[in-house]
């Protein structure tokens, strides 16, 4: 069926370095949407980034994620983390219908 | 006006009552989801609805229902709570059901 898997639930990076995690999903659905959300403490979830289109870079706020649905693949990456990026990230699958599939989410914290 | 609105933010109940939660959102959007979210697992979508159609997911379709009484208003009914309903209930939106879902900001329901 159709599912999301976050490998890391929680990352500690230290400010400054690269952010990257991970995203792998399965759908048996060509036309599948992929979505990042961020979600930070005492706000509401909310969408970073999404892509249906193979191979093609997607950015927003410092963050990109590219879909590659040869390895069913869309990892969220930043050059440079800070310490305002601390949250939890969520991956999410929209397949061919109106259905969501959340992953369980990485927890993200920047230190100093 | 981008905000999906959710009350109570905070509901206690007692096992074997009812609990009834409300969700709004202004942006004329035909979809609204309900989400349950238990620590450390991925939110799971329980339902939503499309314009007037009601889609429940398979394995709690008996423990939840739900009411749409117009296009902004979007209720989550569990008849009789029972302990494992204890969760947060995140509430979402969106515009033809697969791109971008607003969400609000959670009802933490915790039954005693």
């Known amino acids: 069926g159709d599912s999301v898997t976050q490998k890391e639930g929680l990352v500690t990076l230290t400010e400054g370095l690269p952010v990257m995690l991970n995203c792998t999903y399965q759908?048996?659905?060509?036309?599948?949407?992929l979505f990042w959300y961020v979600h930070y403490l005492n706000e509401s979830p909310r969408l970073l980034l999404k892509?249906?289109?193979?191979?093609k870079r997607t950015e927003h706020q410092g963050f990109h994620a590219t879909l590659h649905k040869s390895s069913s693949s869309f990892h969220l990456q930043k050059s440079s983390a800070q310490l305002s990026d601390s949250a939890l990230y969520y991956c999410?699958?929209?397949?061919?219908?109106?259905?969501?599939?959340f992953g369980k989410g990485t927890s993200l914290t920047v230190i100093p | 006006d981008t905000t999906v609105k959710q009350n109570p933010r905070y509901k206690l109940a007692r096992v074997g009552k009812p609990v009834n939660l409300i969700c709004s959102q202004t942006?004329?959007?035909?979809?609204m989801y309900w989400y349950q979210k238990k620590p450390n697992q991925a939110p799971k979508l329980l339902l939503f609805?499309?314009?007037?159609?009601?889609?429940r997911e398979a394995d709690t379709f008996e423990k939840f229902q739900s009411s749409r009484p117009n296009n902004s208003f979007c209720s989550l009914y569990i008849g009789s709570a029972g302990l494992e309903y204890s969760a947060m209930y995140l509430c979402?939106?969106?515009?033809?059901?697969?791109?971008?879902?607003?969400f609000g900001p959670g009802t933490r329901l915790t039954v005693l």
């Open positions: 979402a939106s969106s515009r033809k059901g697969r791109y971008e879902q607003y």
């Open positions: 759908t048996i659905y060509s036309n599948a949407f």
């Open positions: 892509s249906s289109t193979d191979n």
């Open positions: 999410a699958l929209s397949p061919g219908y109106q259905n969501f599939y």
């Open positions: 942006m004329n959007h035909d979809t």
């Open positions: 609805y499309y314009d007037k159609i009601l889609n």
